[in-house]
């Protein structure tokens, strides 16, 4: 399985302010997804992100919202920006194991906005 | 597909029992599946898979079966332990890669 690393793990934000979630991946993997988990629910697929192109957003999510970067196979941030209490959630990065289709998660970032 | 809901079903069993959790998934298309345990804290963890092609698979103490007519996906447990408390999602996959997530179902192992 790829070793998947966020950071930060937490953080306590203001409203009104953006945090800039990372994540690295231990081997070199063609697409990333990012995925937020809102208190007691289930995982919603927020984008795809690919090197080299812009990201992909499912319905209800946009880029002016959620900034996405992938410099290389390695690495993407993703931006939650002007934040409200609504985005308290944990986000999850995730990549997929090339030859199986296999989906691996990191351990996530938990944010907190009051 | 966006999974919503504010509250968990939860399944209680008794240690040493076996747990039955299952899973409605929404795309006819859909041509692989996985299951997540997702532990307090702690990002999805793979337990097993199955592909559209299959209709049961087995793996350690872990079987997922698969019923493509009523579109349905359950993990059987065998012999329940306390360490499998969790809650557990099962995920589709739909499009290019991209993956869709149950609800989840919270399990509550009982000593």
């Known amino acids: 399985s790829a070793v998947i690393s966020q950071k930060p793990s937490r953080d306590i934000c203001q409203r009104g302010t953006s945090l800039t979630i990372q994540c690295q991946v231990d081997?070199?993997?063609?697409?990333m997804f990012w995925y937020r988990q809102q208190p007691g629910q289930s995982l919603t697929l927020i984008a795809t992100a690919n090197q080299g192109s812009e990201a992909t957003y499912e319905s209800g999510f946009v880029i002016d919202k959620f900034p996405i970067s992938r410099p290389n196979l390695t690495f993407s941030t993703l931006t939650v920006s002007n934040m409200s209490p609504e985005d308290s959630s944990i986000y999850l990065c995730?990549?997929?194991?090339?030859?199986?289709?296999?989906?691996?998660f990191g351990e996530g970032s938990r944010l907190t906005v009051l | 597909g966006e999974s919503v809901g504010l509250h968990l079903p939860t399944l209680s069993v008794q240690e040493g029992d076996n747990s039955i959790i299952n899973c409605a998934y929404s795309?006819?298309?859909?041509?692989?599946f996985i299951w997540y345990k997702q532990e307090s804290g702690k990002g999805p963890q793979f337990i097993i898979d199955?592909?559209?092609?299959?209709d049961k698979r087995q793996g350690q103490r872990v079987t997922v079966l698969l019923n493509k007519t009523v579109k349905h996906l359950s993990l059987q447990i065998a012999a329940t332990q306390p360490g499998d408390s969790a809650v557990y999602f099962c995920a589709e996959r739909s499009g290019f890669n991209k993956f869709y997530f149950g609800s989840g179902t919270k399990l509550n192992v009982k000593p």
């Open positions: 081997s070199q993997v063609t697409m």
């Open positions: 995730s990549v997929d194991r090339a030859n199986t289709g296999e989906l691996f």
């Open positions: 199955i592909r559209s092609n299959m």
């Open positions: 795309n006819s298309a859909s041509d692989y």
